[in-house]
C-alpha cells in the first residue's frame, strides 16, 4: 500500500512540475535572457552590421541623462498619464454606477461601450489624424459649429490632447467593465440595507457602493498606470511624436533612438533607465495603494 | 407604532403573478407572521411594505399614510435580512448608526441611541468590531440593533433565523419575541418553517403561489385549517389524507381497511354538498390505538412498516391496505415490529374533511 | 428582479440616466461611424460641408475600398496579421494551460502573491526595452521579417496573461468532479484534458480572444521586426500614415479593416471579459 502511495505520489510531482516546466523555461528564455542581454547593450556600443564593437561602461547612460530631450520625454509621459488615468477612472467607475443603477438594457450598452478596448491602437491614431486635423476633421468641423477652433494637430498641447482624448475614448471601458463588475459583486441584499434609509442612490453610491467597490478600483487604477507608461501605438500613429519632436512620449523616443537611428546602445540604456524609473512609481504607488486599503 | 393596513396589493412581473389581492390589517403592535413554501410570494410581500419592490397594484397604508410610491426612507420602516446585510467595511457602531447618520441626527444623540439599542441586545462590547470578526448569532443581533435603533414603525424581518443552527435559533426566537413585545412595534415576519410560524406569531398568515390561503391565530390555524394546503402546511409531522367515499349512515371508507364514522353534522355538510367522494384528513397524533373487537366498523386496519422511536414519542409509518399510508404518533414508546397489524381508532371530533374539487375544508 | 435603486430613483434622475448612457454611446460609437461614413466617400464628399453628419446626402461608393483593397500589400499583411495572431493564440494556450493548471491545483513554494507580482511585473517593462535584444535575437535565429519571429515574440508577452486567467478559472473548477474522475481510473493527464480543459472552455475562449486581439494590434514589435514578407496590419497602417499623409478615406477604410475582427470577437465573450481583463481580480 505504501509502495503504491509513494509512487503515486512521485507521478503527481512529476506531472506537476512537467506541466509547469513548458511556460517556466519559456519565460526564463524569452524574458530573462532578454532583459540581461539589453543591460549588456546598454553598456556596450553597437554598430549595425558589426554587432559590439566596444564596452563603453556608463557613458551611453550619461549620454541619456543629459539629452534634454529624454527628460522632455518623462515630461511629455507624465502628463499623459496624469491627465488621462484619473479621467478614465472617474468616468468609468460613475458611469459603472449608473448603469448599475439605471435602466434595463445593461448588457447591450456594456456589449457597445467595451468595443473600443479591442481597436487596433495604430488604426484609431491614424483615423485620429483626420479626426483632428483642422481640414474637415470631425472634431474641427464641430468645435467650428460652436465657434471654437482649436490647433490639434498644428500643436504640442494640441497633439497630447488630442492623443488623450483618444486614449480616454479607448480605455475607459476598461475602468468601466471592471468597475462594474466590482459593483455587481456586491450582496443585493446590502444595497437594499442601505437603499432602506437613504434619499437617493447617490448615498448609496458613497457609503455603500465605492467603500466596497474601492479593492477592485486599486488594482484598476494600478494596471491603467502601469500601461499608461507604456503607451505607444495610439500616440505614434497619431502625431509620430510631432510636430517635431514635441509630443515624443517616452516609448516613442526610444522606439525612434533604436529602430531610427539604430543606436541600440544608447536605446537600451534608455529602456533599462525607464524600467527602474517606472518600477520605483508603481512600487511607491502600489504600496500607498495598499496602505489605504488597510 | 402603526397600523398596516394592505388592501388588494398585487405584485406581477410581466404576465407572471407574484402576489395576487393580500389583503391584510394589522393591529397596532401586532406580530404578524408570513408562511409559506418558496415562492409563494411572503418575502415580495414583505419587500413591497418596505418600498423595495414595487406594487403593481393595490395599496399600502402605514399609520394612516399611504406609502406606495414613497421610497423607503419615508415609509420609516426597518428591516432585518436573511443574510444580516451588515455593512462589512463598517465596524458595529457603524453599523448601528447608519440610519441616523444619514438623518443628520445629533452626533450625541446618534451615540445614546445607539448604545440603548446595544445594552438591549447584549452587543455593546462588540461595537468596536467588524462584522467579520463576529459569529454568526452576533452578526444577527448586530442586524437586530440596526433595525431597533431608528425606532421605526414597523419591522420587516425577513427568515433572520434561516442561517443560524437549530439549538441556538430556539434561543433566538424567544429573544425575538421577548423584544417585539417589549418594543410593541408592529412586525411582519417571513418565514418558511411552521414550527417558528406558529411559536412566534399573535396572526399568522399562510400563503401559497402568491395568495393568502388562510390568516388567523396559530390556534384556529391548527385547528381549524380552511383548506387541505393549510392543514397539510401546519403542524407536524403533517396530517395524513385519506381519499374516501361517502358512504350510506355517515361513514366514510376507503378499501376495506379504513371505515370511519362521522359526528351528525359533519356528515350532513357533505350531504348538502352532494359529495360521493372527500378527502379525509387525520392528524398523526390523533390516531389511537384500539384494542378494538374485529368486527367494530369504526377503525383503521393497519400494518406496521417504520418504526421511528423520537425519545418520549413514537412515530410510525403504517400502511392501510395497498393504496394508502399513514404517519402516526403516538405519545409513549412503542415496539412493534414491521410487518405486524395494529389496528387505530380516531375520534370524531378529530376528523377533518376536505372538498377533493375544491381542496376547501368541509364544516 | 427589478433593479431597485432604479426603481426608487426620481423621475428626473432617470431622465439623466438615459440621457447619459445616450451621450455615451454616441461618444463610443462617433469614430466607427466617422469611419464607415468616409470609407464610402468620394474625396470630395469627405470635404463638402456638412460631411461630419453620417448619411447625409449619402452616396457610396466603393473606391476607397477597392484602392485599399486592392493594395496587394493590404491583402498581405492581413493574412500575416491573421496567421501570426492565431499562431500566438495557439502556442500560448498550449503553453500556457498547462502550467495554469500546474498553479491551480498544486502547491509550490512559491505562493499566489508572487504569481500576481510576478504577472505584474510582466506588465511593467515597456516592450520598447527588449526591442533590441529581440530584434538582435530574430537577425540571429533569421527570423526577421517572418511570421515565426513574431509569434515567438508575441507568445512571450502573452504568456502571463494566459497563465493568469486561465489559473483563476481552474481554481473554480470544481474538486470534487476531478476527485470523481479519478476515483473512475483517470489518470492526472485525462482529468485535465477531459474534465478540467472542458469545463474551462469560456474561461479558454476569452483567453484566446485577448491574446488574439493583443496580437492582432500590436505595432511595436511588428514594425520593428518586419519589413516586406511578414508586414502585419499595423505596420502597413503605419506605412500607410507615412506615405500618404491624412487621406481621410484610405484612414477610414483601414480603420475599419484593422478593428473589425477583435471587435466583433469582443461580442461573444461579454461575459468573462471583466474576469479576463483584470486577470482575475474581478468575478466578471
Known amino acids: 500500500m505504501e509502495r503504491l502511495e509513494k509512487a503515486g505520489i512521485r507521478s503527481e510531482r512529476a506531472f506537476k512540475y512537467a506541466m509547469l516546466a513548458p511556460a517556466v523555461l519559456w519565460v526564463v528564455g524569452f524574458t530573462f535572457f532578454p532583459i540581461f542581454s539589453a543591460i549588456n547593450y546598454s553598456f556596450a556600443n553597437y554598430v549595425l552590421g558589426r554587432g559590439i564593437t566596444r564596452y563603453v561602461g556608463l557613458q551611453n547612460y550619461i549620454n541619456v541623462l543629459s539629452d534634454g530631450g529624454f527628460w522632455y520625454s518623462l515630461f511629455i509621459t507624465l502628463i499623459f498619464v496624469v491627465v488621462s488615468v484619473p479621467i478614465e477612472v472617474a468616468l468609468g467607475f460613475l458611469l459603472a454606477w449608473m448603469i448599475t443603477v439605471g435602466p434595463p438594457g445593461k448588457g447591450l450598452f456594456r456589449a457597445i461601450f467595451i468595443a473600443p478596448l479591442f481597436t487596433m491602437e495604430v488604426a484609431i491614431g491614424y483615423l485620429g489624424v483626420t479626426m483632428f486635423t483642422s481640414q474637415g476633421g470631425m472634431v474641427a468641423t464641430l468645435l467650428s459649429w460652436i465657434g471654437l477652433e482649436v490647433p490639434w494637430m498644428a500643436t504640442a498641447s494640441g497633439g497630447l490632447a488630442a492623443a488623450i482624448l483618444l486614449d480616454i475614448w479607448q480605455w475607459t471601458p476598461f475602468v468601466f467593465l471592471m468597475a462594474l463588475a466590482a459593483l455587481a459583486a456586491i450582496p443585493n441584499d446590502i444595497y437594499d440595507a442601505a437603499t432602506l434609509e437613504a434619499s437617493n442612490h447617490w448615498q448609496v453610491l458613497w457609503h455603500v457602493g465605492l467603500p466596497l467597490a474601492w479593492p477592485v478600483m486599486t488594482v484598476a487604477i494600478l494596471l491603467r498606470l502601469i500601461e499608461g507608461l507604456k503607451t505607444f501605438g495610439l500616440p505614434f500613429a497619431l502625431t509620430s511624436g510631432g510636430p517635431g519632436t514635441s509630443t515624443q512620449l517616452f516609448s516613442i523616443k526610444d522606439y525612434l533612438t533604436t529602430i531610427q537611428f539604430f543606436d541600440f546602445g544608447r536605446g537600451s540604456a534608455m529602456g533599462i533607465l525607464y524600467l527602474i524609473m517606472v518600477s520605483v512609481v508603481i512600487t511607491v504607488f502600489f504600496q500607498q495603494m495598499r496602505k489605504r486599503l488597510e | ?363 | 428582479m427589478e433593479n431597485l435603486l432604479w426603481i426608487n430613483s426620481k423621475r428626473r434622475t432617470k431622465a439623466i440616466l438615459y440621457v447619459v448612457a445616450i451621450i455615451a454611446v454616441l461618444w463610443v460609437l462617433a469614430p466607427f461611424v466617422w469611419a464607415i461614413n468616409n470609407s464610402f466617400k468620394t474625396l470630395e464628399a469627405t470635404f463638402s460641408t456638412g460631411a461630419v453628419i453620417p448619411f447625409l446626402n449619402f452616396q457610396p461608393t466603393l473606391d476607397s475600398w477597392k484602392e485599399v483593397l486592392g493594395n496587394p500589400n493590404a491583402l498581405s499583411s492581413m493574412l500575416n496579421s491573421a496567421v501570426v495572431a492565431l499562431g500566438t493564440t495557439l502556442l500560448v494556450l498550449i503553453l500556457g494551460t498547462p502550467a495554469a493548471y500546474s498553479l491551480a491545483r498544486y502547491e509550490f513554494v512559491i505562493g499566489s502573491k508572487d504569481i500576481a507580482l510576478w504577472f505584474l511585473s510582466q506588465r511593467v517593462l515597456p516592450p520598447v526595452v527588449v526591442l533590441v535584444p529581440f530584434y538582435v535575437l530574430m537577425v540571429k535565429l533569421r527570423l526577421l521579417d517572418s511570421w515565426t519571429g513574431l509569434i515567438l515574440a508575441y507568445s512571450t508577452f502573452n504568456l502571463a496573461f494566459c497563465v493568469v486567467i486561465m489559473r483563476d478559472i481552474f481554481r473554480d473548477v470544481s474538486k470534487e468532479v476531478e476527485e470523481a474522475a479519478r476515483i473512475e481510473g483517470a489518470n492526472l493527464w485525462q482529468i485535465f484534458w477531459m474534465i478540467a480543459l472542458p469545463l474551462s472552455l469560456d474561461g479558454l475562449i476569452v483567453t484566446a480572444v485577448i491574446v488574439f486581439s493583443f496580437s492582432w494590434n500590436e505595432a511595436l514589435f511588428a514594425s520593428a521586426l518586419t519589413s516586406q514578407d511578414a508586414a502585419t496590419l499595423p505596420s502597413f497602417i503605419l506605412a500607410s500614415r507615412s506615405t500618404r499623409g491624412v487621406d481621410f478615406n484610405v484612414a477610414a477604410v483601414n480603420t475599419i479593416l484593422a478593428i473589425a475582427p477583435p471587435v466583433i470577437m469582443s461580442f461573444f465573450v461579454q461575459r468573462y471579459l471583466a474576469r479576463g481583463l483584470s486577470f482575475g481580480a474581478v468575478k466578471g
Request: a neutral charge.
Open chain 2, 1 to 363: 407604532m402603526a397600523v398596516v393596513e394592505i388592501t388588494g396589493v398585487s405584485k406581477r412581473y410581466g404576465d407572471v403573478p407574484a402576489v395576487e389581492n393580500f389583503n391584510l390589517t394589522t393591529k397596532d403592535g401586532e406580530f404578524v407572521v408570513l408562511v409559506g413554501p418558496s415562492g409563494c410570494g411572503k418575502t415580495t410581500t414583505m419587500r413591497m411594505i418596505a418600498g423595495l419592490e414595487s406594487v403593481t397594484e393595490g395599496s399600502i397604508r402605514i399609520g394612516g399614510r399611504d406609502v406606495v410610491g414613497m421610497i423607503p426612507k419615508e415609509r420609516d420602516v426597518a428591516m432585518v435580512f436573511q443574510n444580516y446585510a451588515l455593512f462589512p467595511h463598517m465596524n458595529v457602531f457603524g453599523n448601528l448608526s447608519f440610519g441616523l447618520r444619514l438623518r443628520k441626527v445629533a452626533e450625541s444623540e446618534i451615540k445614546e441611541e445607539v448604545h440603548k439599542a446595544a445594552k438591549i441586545l447584549n452587543i455593546e462590547h462588540l461595537l468596536a468590531r467588524k462584522p467579520r470578526e463576529l459569529s454568526g448569532g452576533e452578526r444577527q443581533r448586530v442586524a437586530l440593533g440596526r433595525a431597533i435603533v431608528r425606532k421605526p414603525k414597523v419591522f420587516l424581518m425577513d427568515e433572520p433565523l434561516s442561517n443560524i443552527d437549530a439549538k441556538l435559533r430556539v434561543e433566538m426566537r424567544a429573544e425575538i419575541s421577548k423584544l417585539q413585545r417589549r418594543l410593541a412595534v408592529t412586525t411582519f415576519y417571513v418565514t418558511h418553517d411552521q414550527v417558528e410560524a406558529l411559536s412566534m406569531g399573535d396572526r399568522v398568515v399562510v400563503m401559497l403561489k402568491g395568495h393568502i390561503q388562510q390568516v388567523g391565530t396559530p390556534k384556529e390555524l391548527f385547528n381549524s385549517p380552511s383548506n387541505r394546503f393549510v392543514a397539510g402546511f401546519i403542524g407536524s409531522p403533517s396530517m395524513n389524507f385519506v381519499r374516501a367515499r361517502v358512504g350510506p349512515q355517515g361513514a366514510v371508507a376507503a378499501g376495506d381497511n379504513f371505515h370511519l364514522i362521522l359526528p351528525s353534522g359533519l356528515f350532513a355538510a357533505v350531504a348538502r354538498r352532494g359529495l360521493d367522494q372527500v378527502w379525509v384528513g387525520i392528524r398523526p397524533e390523533h390516531l389511537k390505538l384500539d384494542r378494538g373487537t374485529p368486527t367494530d366498523d369504526n377503525l383503521i386496519r393497519s400494518v406496521v412498516e417504520v418504526v421511528e422511536p423520537q425519545g418520549s414519542t413514537t412515530i410510525m409509518q403504517l400502511s392501510v391496505g395497498s393504496e394508502t399510508r399513514l404517519i402516526a404518533q403516538f405519545n409513549e414508546q412503542l415496539d412493534r415490529e414491521p410487518g405486524t397489524p395494529l389496528t387505530l381508532s380516531v375520534a370524531p371530533e378529530s376528523i377533518y374533511l376536505f372538498d377533493p374539487a375544491t381542496d376547501e375544508s368541509i364544516r
